[in-house]
C-alpha cells in the first residue's frame, strides 16, 4: 500500500516522505531523480498536499494538464525579452509553486531562479510551510543554477524545496551536496498494469510496452502521433541501412519538415528504442516493445552490424546535441542518414 493516494511504484521513496511529515522532520531540500515519467513532479506534489493541504488546487498545476501544456506551448511563440519579463510559474495554491522548463529550447532560465528567490522570502499566507518544486532542474543553465545556490546555502525556515532531475549528474556538485537525494526507478510490469486499469487507459498492454515502466509516459502517450514519429524514426534507418534508396527519403524528409511545431527531441527516446530493438535482434533476441514492427526491425538488422548500431547511437546523440542548439531539425536527421549510408559502403552492403 502507497503512503500518497493514487500514487504508484516506488513506496519506500513515497514512505519516506510520508514520514518526514509524521515526524515533522523535513529536509529543506529534496531532490528526485529518476526516468522520465516514474512520478518525481507527482510526487512532490503530494507530498505539498499532506503538508499544506488543497489536494485539488495543487493538483490543478500537473504540468501534463491540457490547460498547461497549452500555457507553455503558447509561449514557445514569444520573443525571448517577453518571456524573461514574466517567467513561468504556476501557483494555484498560494503556498505551493511549480517552476518548470521555459522557451522552445526548454530551459529552466536564469529570470526564473530570480524569481524563486524573490518569492522563497515571503511567509506562508497558510499553515507554517510553503513548498516550491523546481521541475527538470537538470534544465538549468548555468547562471540559473548559480542564482538558485544563494538560497540552497540559507533557505528561509519556513521553505520545502523540490527538484526534480533525469540526470543528477548534469547538476552543479554544490547543489547535489544540499539536497537530500532520493531515487525514483521505473515500475514493475504488474505495478503498470495496475497503473493502466486504475486510469482505464486505451490499449493498454501496448502503451505499457511502450512507455518502460514510467506511468506518466504511458498516460500522455498519444498512440497516433507516436506511431507516426516512430515510422518516420524506422524509415530512416531503413534509408540509413540501405533497405531503401537514399532519393526515396526526400518525400519522408519534406513531410518532416511540415511539421514545424514539433521539436527534434520528440523523436530522440523513440529513436533510442528503436536502436535497442535493432541491437536485440541482431543479437538474436525477440523484438520487446515494438512487436507490431518486428518483421522491418528484423531485415534491418540482417543488412547492419553492432558497428552499425553504434554509429547510429552516435548520430542520435548528435541530435540530442544540436537540440540544445535549436539547429534546423531536417538537416540534422538528413546527414545521420547520409553517414550510416556511408558506414556500410565499405563492408559492401
Known amino acids: 500500500m502507497n503512503a500518497f493516494p493514487d500514487f504508484f511504484g516506488n513506496a519506500p521513496v513515497a514512505q519516506t516522505l510520508q514520514q518526514m511529515i509524521g515526524g515533522e522532520r523535513i529536509p529543506q531540500t529534496i531532490l528526485l531523480s529518476g526516468p522520465e515519467g516514474v512520478g518525481k513532479a507527482t510526487l512532490a506534489r503530494r507530498f505539498a498536499s499532506m503538508l499544506l493541504g488543497d489536494h485539488s488546487k495543487i493538483e ?12 507553455m506551448a503558447e509561449r514557445d511563440k514569444w520573443p525571448a525579452e517577453k518571456r524573461a519579463d514574466d517567467p513561468l510559474l504556476f501557483s494555484t495554491h498560494p503556498d505551493f509553486i511549480t517552476f518548470s522548463p521555459d522557451g522552445p529550447l526548454r530551459q529552466i532560465t536564469i529570470h526564473q531562479m530570480r524569481e524563486f528567490r524573490e518569492r522563497a522570502q515571503f511567509k506562508p499566507l497558510e499553515g507554517r510551510h510553503r513548498v516550491f518544486l523546481i521541475d527538470r532542474l537538470d534544465r538549468a543553465n548555468e547562471q540559473a543554477a548559480n542564482s538558485l545556490l544563494k538560497v540552497l546555502e540559507e533557505p528561509p525556515e519556513h521553505m520545502v524545496i523540490f527538484a526534480t532531475a533525469e540526470n543528477l549528474y548534469d547538476l552543479l556538485p554544490t547543489i547535489r551536496s544540499r539536497s537530500l537525494v532520493l531515487q525514483l526507478s521505473r515500475l514493475a510490469d504488474d505495478e503498470m498494469l ?32 507516436f506511431r507516426e514519429r516512430r515510422a518516420l524514426l524506422l524509415a530512416a534507418f531503413e534509408y540509413g541501412a540501405g533497405i531503401s534508396p537514399f532519393a526515396n527519403w526526400v518525400q519522408e ?97
Open 60 to 71: 490543478q498545476d500537473d504540468l501534463s494538464l491540457k490547460h498547461n501544456a497549452d500555457i
Open 253 to 349: 524528409s519534406e513531410s518532416f519538415a511540415n511539421r514545424k511545431t514539433e521539436k527534434l527531441d520528440l523523436y530522440l527516446k523513440p529513436a533510442y528504442s528503436l536502436l535497442e530493438e535493432i541491437l536485440a535482434a541482431l543479437e538474436g533476441k525477440g523484438v520487446s516493445r515494438h512487436r507490431d514492427l518486428q518483421q522491418r526491425i528484423g531485415a534491418i538488422a540482417q543488412r547492419v552490424n553492432f558497428g552499425w548500431v553504434e554509429q547510429a547511437a552516435k548520430g542520435v546523440d548528435e541530435l540530442a546535441i544540436m537540440v540544445k542548439r535549436n539547429i534546423q531539425k531536417v538537416g540534422a536527421l538528413d546527414a545521420m542518414i547520409i553517414k550510416l549510408r556511408n558506414y556500410l559502403e565499405p563492408l559492401g552492403t
Open 194 to 225: 495496475a497503473f493502466a486499469k486504475a486510469r482505464n487507459l486505451a490499449e493498454a498492454a501496448t502503451r505499457v510496452a511502450l512507455a518502460e515502466g514510467s506511468p506518466g509516459v504511458a498516460a500522455t502517450l498519444d498512440l497516433d502521433v
